[in-house]
């Protein structure tokens, strides 16, 4: 890596507000608000709006479409047949 041309990486709290839980990583991102973590050091803190501790798709509260029949219903809607496919 060339000196000093990157941006420093440090010890960073990212706070999820939706499923109220924290995380300790290592970012380039920098806060002025601080949070004393549970090893007793403090630690700038960023809230965010989702992370994987609420997002849908890590929870298993994702839904399924269901695309075959929303192409069929288009289909009845507009006047697409059979006949006119193939």
Avoid: C, Q
């Avoid at 706070?15 to 380039?28: E, H, I, P, V």
């Amino acid at each position: 890596m060339k000196a000093r041309i990157h941006p420093a990486s440090r010890p960073v709290v990212f706070r999820d507000r939706a499923a109220d839980t924290a995380f300790l990583t290592r970012s380039t991102a920098d806060s002025t608000r601080t949070i004393e973590w549970e090893d007793g050091n403090t630690y700038p803190v960023i809230d965010v709006e989702i992370s994987s501790a609420s997002h849908p798709f890590y929870t298993g509260r994702a839904r399924v479409l269901d695309s075959a029949g929303r192409v069929e219903r288009f289909e009845r809607r507009y006047g697409r047949t059979a006949a006119a496919r193939g």
